[in-house]
Structures are given as C-alpha cells and as structure tokens.
C-alpha cells in the first residue's frame, strides 16, 4: 500500500537555528498534527495528550474543573492526583512536573524530590518548554536563561552556560554554545568532545546523531555523525530524526510538501511509501499518518498491520501506545491495536 500525503511547507525568516531546532523536535512527535488544521477543540486535545507509559504509569489529564494532570496506572487505577500544571514521563525513577509556573522532580509517590525552581529548555515536544527527562543520572534544565544539567539531588554537574541541550545519551550530550549559537557535544564534565560546528543537531541515539549544517529554510542540510563528529550518512535531507532500532525517520521538500522514509544505517529505505507523518520505532512498530489522515501502525516493512483508526498515535512503550480517539479522548491500545483504555478529558 502506497500513501501519498502533503504537508505545508514551514518558513520563516525570523526562526534562528535554536527556534528550528525546537521545532525540529516538535514535529517528531507532532508531524501528523500539521497535516491538516485542527479545530480549537482538538488542539486543545493535543496539549494534553499523554506521551507514553513509562515505569508502569501514563500521564492522566483533566480539564475539568482545572486543568491539572496527575499519573495512573495502565489499567485506569490512580496513582497520583491531578494537581500539576504539567507532567513529563517518569524516567529514572522520577518525573518532572510543573507547578506555579516552574519545573521540579517528583517521585512515585507524588513527592518533590527537587523542587519546582526550573524554567523551560524549550526543546522538547509536547508541551514543548519542559525541562528535559533524566537520562544517565541527569537532566538539561533551564535557569536563569541558561542552560546546564543536574543531578537526581537537584545540584547543577555542568553548570547552566548553554542557549540550549538535549539529553544524555551513550555519556555524551548536544549542546548549543552560548556564544556561537552553534552546536556540538559535551562530556559528563561539560567539555566538547566534538566542538561546537553545527546549525542545528539531537542527541545521539545508537551510535549516531542527526545533525544539519544549514540555516532553516533550505532544502538540504540534515545527515548523521558518529562519535567523533564524522558524517556516516550525507547531509542530504530537510530534515533527520534519531535511529530507533535500526530505523530513522528523514524528511525531503517535494513541490512544497514532505516527503518522509524510514532510512537504515546504510542510507537504504525499507519502502517507497511516503511516511512523512511518522514518529520512530518501538517494539517494531511506528505511528504513521495513512489513510484521511487517520494514525495507524507499521511494521519495518513497511506494512501496515495496525489500521489506520486514530486522531493520533504516539511510539509504543512498555506494550501500550497512546492514542488520540477523538477531540475529548484518549486511550491506550496494546500491540494487536485493541483499545484497552479509554479516558476522557472533560
């Protein structure tokens, strides 16, 4: 099966290489979203969407009667109430949350374990200035400006000098020098292992990182280095997402539109079919936009063998995906695609 979709075309002089990079990982998670308008009730929908299940608990959002969002189990049991302004998944242990406007770190049960003090990094998805999850011991977080990363006692390992950083991953992090505004990556004792050269870059995630040498707005410029800073895979692309088991989402402009494939570490697809709505692999499978802009699953053939019945679809973790059923409600689904959970936002 053959999907063919387009997507407009995102442009503005304004938007500096920190702003695309933002942006950059937005639509990792929220390409399908831009496809098409979505209506102010949806969108609404949208920033409330769970990410994922992650240590046995998924976020639960309320709007009524406030807007708060609290943690349950996967099978709709509470196990922290709705009364954070925003939350990110558990990792480590902990989960950072939002309440009075600042970041901090709770445990499993509800507590603080670093107090709300941090402001946003203002890289992430959804709902895209969270302080960043922890990942190898620590965590980017945003203070007074800058940013550095911390400890699981909330003391600063690299002090907070960056414009702007991305996770930890394989003892190395993206860091954008405050100075250049370019990009490079630091070690645990925030020193460059790979100087700050590119426009716009992501963490590395199986060996390699994406990265782009190019100003947003052209029509090339994102590729994949390794460890010590060499393209493996040509900067040919609009834009590149991180490898997942094997797989990377990348993006070229057609007439104006994305078009997306799932690339391996030799630069081959896995099909011809236009992805472009799609988020990575997890447990085999990946959410993709196919048939009016509905969200199904695919295989890494290319197959689709969760249909296409869903708002939007998040990467599976921990054998439950979140899903988007309608305006005002989500759910969960397991492996075979079964809706397992229902829960409505109103």
Not at 250 to 279: E, F, P, Q, W
Request: net charge positive; charged share 20%; hydrophobic share 40%.
């Amino acid at each position: 099966m053959k999907t063919k979709l387009r997507i407009n075309r995102l442009a503005s002089p304004r938007l500096g290489p920190a702003v695309f990079h933002r942006i950059a990982c937005v639509l990792s998670m929220i390409l399908p979203l831009l496809a098409v308008a979505a209506p102010v009730q949806a969108a609404r929908m949208e920033q409330w969407l769970p990410n994922r299940v992650s240590e046995g608990l998924v976020a639960m959002p309320q709007l009524k009667p406030e807007r708060k969002v609290g943690f349950m189990t996967p099978e709709g049991k509470t196990v922290i109430e709705p009364r954070f302004e925003a939350v990110r998944p558990f990792s480590e242990g902990l989960a950072a949350v939002r309440a009075k406007g600042k970041w901090g770190y709770i445990d499993r049960t509800g507590n603080f374990v670093i107090e709300p003090k941090f402001d946003a990094v203002g890289v992430l998805d959804y709902p895209g200035d969270d302080p960043m999850d922890f990942s190898e011991g620590c965590a980017a977080v945003r203070i007074g400006g800058r940013v550095g990363f911390i400890d699981k006692t909330g003391n600063f390992v690299v002090p907070a000098k960056f414009t702007s950083a991305w996770q930890f991953n394989g003892g190395v992090a993206a860091s954008q020098d405050w100075v250049s505004g370019r990009w490079g990556f630091i070690d645990r004792r925030g020193g460059y292992v790979i100087k700050p050269q590119f426009r716009n870059a992501m963490s590395f995630s199986e060996g390699l990182a994406p990265v782009s040498n190019e100003d947003h707005g052209t029509e090339l410029g994102w590729g994949f280095i390794d460890t010590k800073g060499l393209f493996v895979i040509s900067p040919a692309y609009t834009l590149a997402l991180n490898f997942h088991e094997g797989l990377a989402l990348v993006l070229t402009m057609t007439n104006g539109a994305y078009d997306g494939k799932y690339i391996d570490r030799h630069d081959k697809a896995i099909s011809d079919n236009n992805c472009h709505g799609g988020n990575s692999f997890s447990q085999g499978l990946a959410p993709v936009s196919l048939k009016n802009y509905k969200h199904g699953y695919i295989d890494k053939t290319g197959k689709t063998v969760i249909a296409a019945a869903f708002e939007e679809a998040r990467p599976f973790n921990e054998n439950f995906a979140v899903v988007r059923l309608s305006s005002d409600e989500w759910g969960l689904i397991d492996l075979t695609g079964k809706v397992v959970l229902k829960r409505s936002v109103k």
